[in-house]
């Protein structure tokens, strides 16, 4: 799996007119999952979501995690991010998951991170949505299981 991470003061997503998700200060992440991928791929990148130190402890240094803030997670499916975009000029998604597939693992993951944590927001699989942040920093990471 693959997660484009943002540490954001504020993010939400928009599906229509209705927000299906927001938080504050935290990280907004957006998913991909690609066809290998297996709950154990996405259990260890939800670790990773949660425990990643991108927040500044007291001397300003990198060192402070979303839970030891108090901050939220919003996780957005984005299927491109699966996208092998290694030749040409157009991506190909042969290495993204199945839709089916890919919706079963996101909703793993967003169902295990509410079990893990308490702000959890989402976006809606496979809809077309509108995302709105306030990146901080600004900083922003790429993680992924493999």
Do not use: K
Not at 27 to 53: C, H, K, M, N, P
Not at 84 to 112: H, I, K, M, N, W
């Amino acid at each position: 799996m693959i997660a484009l991470i943002q540490r954001v003061t504020q993010a939400e997503v928009r599906v229509g007119t209705e927000v299906t998700g927001a938080i504050r200060r935290g990280v907004l992440a957006f998913i991909g999952v690609q066809r290998e991928d297996t709950e154990s791929d996405a259990d260890r990148l939800l670790e990773r979501l949660l425990s990643y130190r991108i927040f500044a402890d007291d001397q300003g240094r990198m060192n402070r995690d979303v839970r030891a803030v108090g901050g939220g997670l919003l996780l957005v499916s984005q299927f491109t991010l699966a996208a092998d975009t290694r030749s040409g000029t157009r991506p190909g998604f042969s290495t993204a998951a199945a839709p089916g597939r890919a919706r079963e693992l996101f909703d793993y993951l967003v169902a295990q991170a509410r079990a893990a944590h308490p702000d959890i927001g989402t976006g809606e699989f496979g809809a077309d949505m509108q995302v709105s942040l306030v990146n901080d920093g600004p900083v922003t990471f790429w993680l992924g299981t493999r």
